[in-house]
């Protein structure tokens, strides 16, 4: 888990990343933006910060921000309380972000990955979203996703958000804090 004033500084990068793409957030959005390290230590390499504006049990809408080179890694939303699984579509906003999914593994893709969790990437079917592309992902499909030289911010829609039910391929990820 990473330390408090690391989570200031990345709370505040994220911020002038989302206002350098246009973005308006509010100091209390700023203070409860999410920084996610899933539990790994590792946020400039791994890691996500999150703004969500609403999660209800009908829809969800988020800014996700990326730093230059950082994963989300790969995970799925599976079927839940017999609901098909979260559906999700990313927008980009600013920067470029590096998507992968199941298809054809694309020859000498954007992304890298650090060496020691290359086995923890699975699905190598790279799609480039830039500012004003979007992608949907259908439930219970495995992705991941690497901001790319300058990060990225993207907008991301979906059904319902429930974070502890994502599953991940790297059994050492922790999505849900436990302290």
């Known amino acids: 888990m990473i330390r408090p004033e690391?989570?200031?500084?990345?709370?505040?990068?994220?911020?002038a990343m989302l206002s350098q793409a246009g973005m308006i957030i509010r100091d209390s959005e700023a203070e409860a933006m999410e920084v996610a390290d899933f539990g790994l230590g590792r946020l400039e390499q791994i890691g996500l910060e999150l703004v969500v504006y609403v999660n209800t049990d009908r829809y969800c809408a988020k800014e996700l921000v990326l730093f230059p080179g950082q994963i989300c890694p790969e995970h799925r939303h599976p079927p839940i309380n017999g609901q098909v699984g979260k559906e999700e579509t990313f927008r980009c906003r600013w920067g470029e972000v590096y998507l992968y999914l199941p298809g054809p593994s694309t020859p000498n893709p954007k992304a890298k990955v650090p060496k020691d969790k290359e086995e923890q990437f699975t699905v190598w079917h790279e799609r480039i979203l830039m500012p004003g592309d979007q992608y949907t992902i259908p439930p219970n499909t495995p992705h991941w996703f690497q901001g790319g030289p300058q990060g990225a911010v993207?907008?991301?829609?979906?059904?319902?958000s429930d974070d502890g039910t994502d599953v991940f391929y790297d059994p050492e990820i922790q999505r849900v804090p436990s302290a």
Do not use: L
């Not at 690391?6 to 911020?15: G, L, N, S, Y």
């Not at 993207?154 to 319902?160: G, M, N, P, W």
């Open 6 to 15: 690391e989570q200031v500084k990345a709370r505040a990068r994220a911020r």
């Open 154 to 160: 993207v907008s991301e829609f979906s059904s319902t």
